[in-house]
């Protein structure tokens, strides 16, 4: 395990996600980050429709959060600071959730934060494929995100 | 005009919108319809990211709630109560908005309010393709949706 799989070591994330009104309404929290995988988590109760289950809004939202704090720590984590900004997505709604939420993004194609930082240094910019889910606690996906982010290195190269 | 064309028309949808915490989280107010487009307002305070412009979250649940509107409306126009589901979406981010948030959802292809209401009362279900956008003020598209929506005829057919 890497130091960065630790919960504690997100509290820059948690912090960043706090301090906008519209986030801090979805009640979120970063639950998990494995270097690989990050984990956000949000209760129903502040995320509910009017059929009792979780508002699509809300999934989108912490989703979209779950890809910007992916790329976001995976660069911090290899030494850079970078402005990012989500592109475009493509979300399929699958079945609705009645349970809290919990939404699980990855890079696609699993590319190294090393091969990341390299062309952020490079050309100033980097532009990365995300996987995101929000899963069922009986198995399979409430909703499927892919979607594109930008990376733009502060300060220039 | 039409009698629906007043805001004073809407209070059942601001009624609907305000009943969900996640969605009062945004403010929203809806602001138009006459029948083809559904426009739904928010301000940016509520809705600000740390960059100081609109959420992406807030973007996108601000256009999905506005298709969702807009073919609730249609279809509540034409005299048919049905339940309305978003099924997939498609999302452009194209420039940062820093001003308040103005959502317009239309039906792509204009397709009459009475074309979905025969499948709906046929089938038992329609699936209708929805363009939304949310405009920046300078002219231009802050963001752009595509969406697919999904009604079920309350009460089988």
């Known amino acids: 395990m890497h130091s960065h799989d630790s919960p504690d070591r997100l509290d820059w994330l948690d912090a960043h996600y706090r301090a906008m009104p519209p986030v801090a309404a979805l009640a979120l929290a970063p639950a998990a980050f494995d270097g690989a995988e990050l984990v956000l988590r949000a209760p129903l109760a502040a995320n509910v429709n009017d059929k009792g289950c979780a508002f699509g809004g809300s999934l989108v939202s912490l989703m979209t959060l779950a890809g910007w704090g992916l790329v976001t720590a995976r660069l911090r984590g290899a030494g850079a600071e970078a402005d990012v900004f989500v592109a475009d997505s493509q979300v399929r ?26 062309q952020l240094r490079q050309d100033g910019r980097v532009a990365v494929q995300v996987a995101a889910r929000v899963c069922l606690p009986e198995g399979g996906d409430a909703v499927r995100m892919q979607a594109r982010y930008v990376a733009i290195a502060k300060g220039g190269r």
């Open 93 to 118: 709604y699958r079945a609705p959730l009645y349970a809290d939420l919990e939404a699980r993004a990855r890079i696609e194609g699993d590319v190294p934060a090393e091969a990341m930082l390299a």
